[in-house]
């Protein structure tokens, strides 16, 4: 198995650009997770998904942060418009249950200037 | 309300010794508790679990004890190889994982 894929790994973009991640888990796992990573924060989770299906999305910073998983093969996550205070590392992870074992991508690596 | 707290930011300790990370928590519903260490530039790795039931886990190098009456969890690794160095995060698994900022480790030679 190939892992949980993300791309880009790497996005540079400018303040009121729109940026979309994106996210291909494992296959044959149900639910999928996406966090953030800043240094005052740690490892943060802004959604998760089980059965495709949006489950909890409190931890989602505000309302320029969208996320949808339209199949159980593909999410993105969409923040439109960027700012800087949105550069971090975005990490997204599969499971077979929410409570289990999670996988984790690369993570993308975002900067906004 | 973050209920599982990792107290050490960072931890130093010498290649062959021992390595201590610690976790205290305060929710005892908990069914069981994980170990997740992240090298960097990726993404955290699944590393040992522990069941509320047990005491103590141990897989190689790296053993988990529970200590339920004190609400603490802590892994063990021993002996400590430079590879070691990461940051381990003990989330909690309440309807999701909670992650928080994690304990780094380095190990030096």
């Known amino acids: 198995d190939a892992g949980v894929i993300q791309s880009p790994r790497h996005e540079v973009t400018e303040m009121g650009q729109e940026v979309t991640l994106r996210c291909k888990p494992i296959?044959?796992?149900?639910?999928l997770f996406w966090y953030r990573q800043t240094m005052m924060r740690g490892l943060e989770l802004l959604i998760y998904?089980?059965?495709?299906?949006?489950?909890?999305d409190s931890g989602m910073p505000e309302d320029r942060f969208s996320a949808k998983m339209p199949n159980a093969s593909f999410s993105t996550l969409k923040i439109q418009p960027s700012e800087p205070r949105d550069s971090a590392v975005y990490f997204c992870?599969?499971?077979?249950?929410?409570?289990?074992?999670?996988?984790f991508g690369p993570g993308t690596r975002l900067l906004v200037l | 309300d973050q209920q599982v707290k990792q107290n050490s930011p960072s931890l130093s300790v010498q290649e062959g010794r021992i390595s201590i990370l610690n976790c205290d928590y305060t929710n005892s519903m908990f069914d069981y508790f994980l170990w997740y260490k992240k090298y960097p530039a990726e993404g955290p790795t699944f590393l040992i679990s522990i069941s509320s039931i047990k005491d103590k886990n141990e897989d190689g190098r790296f053993t988990v004890f529970l200590n339920k009456s004190a609400k603490h969890l802590s892994l063990h690794i021993v002996p400590s190889q430079p590879g070691d160095s990461a940051v381990y995060f003990c989330p909690h698994n309440t309807d999701k994982l909670i992650f928080g900022t994690g304990t780094r480790l380095q190990v030096f030679p």
């Open positions: 992870a599969s499971s077979y249950r929410v409570v289990e074992t999670q996988y």
């Open positions: 998904f089980n059965n495709n299906v949006p489950i909890d």
């Open positions: 296959s044959g796992h149900n639910s």
